[in-house]
């Protein structure tokens, strides 16, 4: 299928007909409302269904995703299978057109509210070098790793829109060597790249949701930015694992590409080896052929590959929810950092300088070991869409500011 | 000050006048409103506002409490000085006994939304025991342990109120020795009696909540039972800490305590050595004097002191924000299972069976190691109130289902 919008489309930019992310957005002085994204512009459902040209039971003058995003995979394919007919058929461009405003003219806010917040640690090049960093006489991968997904609980009431400002953190922490802890801003601030899902459809208590079920709930995918400041981690994550380390922000890309884009980005993750216990196991390949680029202040600073994560995202789901602990809508789930073999891959600071011990040297010769005040970290990324197009997701991005006294 | 209701009160039960907490409550096709315990019956505040004996903004006639909680502490004391003027008052009577509500003709639902949940483990008996048994050749205490109140987030979508039956959780679990791990309903089933506080008054990204400013943004204070599936815990913990073993459930007391009607129950806590850095210190004594009674299937199991906690709820409230996370209306945030230096004061069945090895015999001559499908476990608390008085918390209470297939 080609399928081509009479909207005048950068295909390169990977926001052509094949994407359609979904996001909230507002003009100066007006409420936020749901739409879609097309090129450099944004197709305001609100106003289209207040023409009568889209279905809307009251999804779309929200300020936020959830109404839609409950809704279910019938209600969210109806309203792509109609947004792509009225974008690519001429004969609606007059009544349409107006409702094109240009992305430039508004803002994007959060585009869901969150509700519970969870995020992997599926990388296995991420998990390994962290292994050798901090356990360095120990197996870097932990016994379990290959078994399950390992993840853990992050703070919902801090994940923020991308460009919200990121406050460097006060926190306790302790320099190995020091006999003492001590109180102050985090000297070892860091990003982490990842890749997030949001629950749409709810699940039962006391009922998982199986591997085959992974698009009946899901509504689409983000990038993230799980900030986490290291040495604050470091020192308090024993024995129940990371928390204020973590818990001060975590960013998500404006728009939400919906699962149905990624069809074409699918690729066979990984082999899994020991073979997964059965309610881990997926018979559709659920790798994703995602690539991300971070930057640092406008220039590279690597280039992960989301096709390389040892768990996907089914899996992900299948056993955040196994104990019967029920989906709401709007739990978000993040990957954890994607990394890869070689140093250019990989997905935070913490192995970009080996735990500041080698600092990375940008394109236009800066040194950064940990984030510096003021600097910018972008994550962008691409996909294979439909036909031979390119799916892009929305930046994530956000600028260190220096500690509140 | 000794004050006495017109209102017929067991003085005992701790449901008199100096305590007056708060819950959400529905009689048979009605919709839920809020109201406050005194002796047997509820008070029903959004009819006490529609007849204009009480202030309301809307804060009554909701199905939670968290649009009172966020009104701050000014409407709290007006409420609470109100509500105790027209209980004591006779000259009221009249006017105010329409609106009293057995309790027995009521269902009591979660009395707030929940926002993000944390749960610390701030009580030395239960850390170090669970050391012993977990790091048995490290220091019971992680480094860490004295210097801040460590914690981890829970699932906030799975706190529910008193009486949710507690379906038992389907995970993943390895026995030590066994070389592979397996999949089936958890064998090590467990309890945690823990005392938690609801935020109200939110507070600002970037800022901590001082010590000092603790009754400025909590509302109150409840029972928490966080049901553990102590296998799937031991085997997913690392390095990330606990997820699906905690996540299944969490229940929570109908009745809100008001920080005001704790105020008697202040004591000094245990002495910190060493001493904790200036954001952790707090002038004021803020141990509670908490009696806690769990009870298996009617037979009492352990008696738990709260007095006995390291870290106080201040203090955990500093730590928590001290990054710079904003509070939101609804963050609940537990103590952590209370135990004591004795074995009848232990407040889980891993300590009380010491992880099973040591079966608890109940006064009945029952045996127990961890808890069977069909047990009943209820959590409740006293204090010493105001003039003499005792303040009960309402139970908190939970029976164990078959897990589903």
Redesign the interface.
């Known amino acids: 299928m080609t399928t081509v919008s009479w909207v005048d489309v950068d295909e390169d930019a990977g926001f052509g007909i094949e994407n359609l992310p979904y996001g909230v957005f507002a003009r100066p002085g007006e409420m936020p409302r749901v739409g879609v994204a097309i090129g450099d512009r944004v197709l305001d459902l609100a106003a289209m269904s207040a023409a009568g040209l889209v279905e809307d039971r009251h999804y779309f003058a929200s300020g936020s995703l959830n109404a839609f995003m409950v809704a279910g995979r019938p209600a969210w394919r109806a309203n792509r299978d109609r947004v792509t007919e009225l974008l690519t058929d001429a004969s609606y461009r007059g009544r349409v057109e107006p409702h094109l405003i240009p992305v430039s003219d508004v803002e994007l806010l959060r585009p869901f509210e969150v509700?519970?917040y969870?995020d992997f640690?599926s990388n296995e090049h991420h998990a390994a070098n962290?292994?050798r960093m901090?356990?360095p006489n120990a197996d870097p991968l932990?016994?379990?790793w290959k078994?399950?997904p390992?993840?853990?609980?992050?703070?919902?009431?801090?994940v923020y829109p991308s460009g919200t400002p990121i406050?460097r953190?006060?926190?306790?922490r302790?320099t190995p060597g020091d006999p003492e802890?001590?109180?102050g801003p985090s000297l070892r601030l860091d990003f982490e790249a990842e890749v997030g899902f949001v629950a749409g459809v709810p699940s039962s208590?006391?009922?998982?949701v199986p591997t085959s079920a992974f698009r009946d709930h899901v509504f689409g995918f983000v990038l993230v930015n799980d900030w986490s400041?290291r040495d604050?981690q470091a020192?308090?994550?024993?024995?129940?694992?990371?928390?204020?380390?973590k818990?001060?922000a975590t960013s998500v890309s404006s728009w939400v590409v919906p699962v149905a884009a990624l069809e074409a980005a699918r690729v066979t993750p990984p082999v899994q080896d020991p073979a997964p216990?059965?309610?881990l196991r997926c018979d559709d390949p659920w790798g994703l052929d995602l690539h991300l680029e971070i930057q640092i202040n406008g220039q590279v600073a690597a280039r992960p590959q989301f096709a390389s994560m040892y768990w996907t995202p089914p899996q992900q789901l299948a056993?955040?929810t196994?104990?019967?602990?029920?989906?709401?809508t709007g739990?978000l789930f993040a990957s954890g950092t994607v990394s890869g073999p070689e140093r250019g891959q990989r997905g935070c600071m913490l192995e970009l300088s080996w735990n500041g011990r080698e600092p990375l040297e940008l394109p236009d010769g800066t040194k950064r070991t940990f984030l510096e005040d003021g600097d910018t970290v972008t994550i962008r990324a691409q996909a294979p869409g439909a036909a031979g197009s390119r799916i892009a997701f929305g930046e994530v991005t956000g600028t260190v500011h220096p500690p509140?006294p």
Not at 323 to 328: E, I, S
Request: aromatic share 14%.
């Open positions: 509700a519970d969870v640690y962290a292994g901090f356990r932990t016994p379990n078994r399950l390992v993840a853990y609980h992050g703070r919902a009431g801090t406050i953190p006060y926190g306790q302790r802890p001590s109180y208590a006391g009922r998982g400041a604050i020192w308090e994550s024993q024995p129940l694992g990371p928390f204020l380390g818990s001060f216990l059965p309610y056993h955040a196994v104990n019967g602990a029920p989906l709401r739990d509140q």
